[in-house]
């Protein structure tokens, strides 16, 4: 069984930085692609940034620049490293692994973290 636990979230300052750890655990062979969503009240969940195995990332447009995704499968961890926050990026980030031949099926995610930028 795949088990996600995030951690690192809380409240900053609009401006600042913050990272974000996941801890997966399970058979390693599935701890593969790995990524993070992001989902705020009312609004859709949605995929931030994805990381291969082999550390290959991609960012959604609204993140670009500002967030970095990476890895240490030594340590079954991945990070979401957030720069230059603004209030619109408050939600709660859910660690996540690609659960279909595409991500946005059937995905496995972990509980999720709070994170809140303040004006």
């Known amino acids: 069984q795949v088990q996600l636990v995030e951690s690192g979230g809380g409240l900053v300052q609009a401006g600042g930085s913050l990272r974000l750890s996941c801890k997966a655990s399970g058979p390693i062979f599935s701890i593969n692609d790995m990524g993070w969503y992001r989902q705020a009240p009312g609004n859709q969940r949605e995929l931030v940034a994805t990381i291969t195995r082999g550390g290959s990332t991609n960012y959604a447009d609204p993140v670009k620049g500002r967030v970095t995704i990476s890895r240490d499968n030594t340590k079954n961890t991945v990070y979401l490293q957030k720069n230059s926050l603004k209030p619109e990026d408050t939600a709660v980030y859910y660690c996540?692994?690609?659960?279909?031949?595409?991500?946005?099926?059937?995905?496995?995610w972990g509980k999720g973290s709070q994170v809140t930028v303040s004006s």
């Open positions: 996540a692994k690609r659960g279909g031949v595409r991500w946005g099926i059937n995905d496995y």
